[in-house]
């Protein structure tokens, strides 16, 4: 489930991924699978727990046990123990790696990448990178020439610019065009720094940190309910594969909308 969402996500970050070094990409690869991996855990409890018991009871194994005084309950202890101990696992990792921290990471490849571009601006070609649009005629070194740049409701023309990094640009010789409250400014300059404040450096967000850490926990207590659910689900209701499919189905689609109204409420 983890790689499913990960397909879905390497369509807006794929350009990004594959357009830094390894350095930059691995440990963002690792959070990913790491977080997702025991996001999907209750759901994966759910499903190992719903076609094993299923499984013991297609075969006639569980009729073996209650020949032996094996009740449900008891039988059902076997299946407690790794249970628990993902339990335990979940509640470890859950408290560590939230999906702020992965959001984070997000943020800052693409700082990492817008950087890469804006130190490596090609000549004669229009950029565009969101709210930014770069034109630059000519490059000597870090220096850029003849330079215009659009940033939201900014025009910039100058005869030379600098890129300092973190989306810092130093104009010298031009004019700046802006617009406000429909009204067109324009004004001359010998230098003019602008900061592009969508290209800061990341931050993690402490409010978000303290929501996800909250669905963190919401997460892993379902582990056992969910557990339960699917056990006692598929001994006591499914007399079919297809029973067992419909069973799974209702668990995974409840959790997921369980977990979306706490993400929506927080």
Not at 113 to 139: H, Q, W
Not at 204 to 219: M, Q, T
Request: proline residues 2%.
């Amino acid at each position: 489930m983890a790689f499913i969402v990960f397909a879905v996500q390497i369509f807006r970050l794929g350009f990004v991924l594959f357009g830094l070094p390894l350095e930059s990409s691995i440990p963002f690869f690792v959070v990913w699978f790491v977080f997702y991996g025991f996001y999907f855990l209750p759901d994966g409890v759910l499903l190992a727990t719903a076609t094993t018991a299923y499984d013991l009871k297609e075969k006639k194994l569980l009729h073996v046990l209650y020949s032996f005084q094996f009740s449900s309950g008891k039988v059902l202890q076997f299946f407690l123990i790794p249970v628990s101990i993902l339990f335990i696992l979940s509640s470890v990792f859950s408290y560590i790696l939230v999906e702020e921290h992965v959001g984070f990471l997000t943020r800052g490849l693409l700082i990492q990448y817008k950087d890469r571009i804006f130190e490596n601006i090609p000549v004669k070609t229009f950029l565009d990178a969101g709210n930014l649009v770069v034109y630059v005629r000519d490059k000597e070194g870090n220096t850029l020439k003849d330079i215009f740049l659009k940033y939201k409701n900014i025009q910039v023309i100058a005869k030379r610019a600098r890129y300092e990094g973190s989306g810092r640009f130093v104009f010298e010789k031009g004019s700046l065009l802006t617009e406000e409250r429909g009204k067109y400014f324009l004004m001359k300059f010998d230098t003019y720094r602008l900061d592009t404040e969508e290209y800061l450096v990341a931050k993690i967000s402490e409010r978000v940190l303290k929501r996800d850490r909250i669905l963190n926990a919401i997460n892993t207590l379902s582990i056992l309910p969910l557990a339960l659910f699917a056990y006692f689900g598929s001994i006591k209701l499914c007399k079919s594969h297809t029973h067992l499919y419909v069973l799974i189905t209702i668990g995974l689609v409840l959790h997921q909308i369980i977990l979306f109204g706490f993400k929506v409420s927080l």
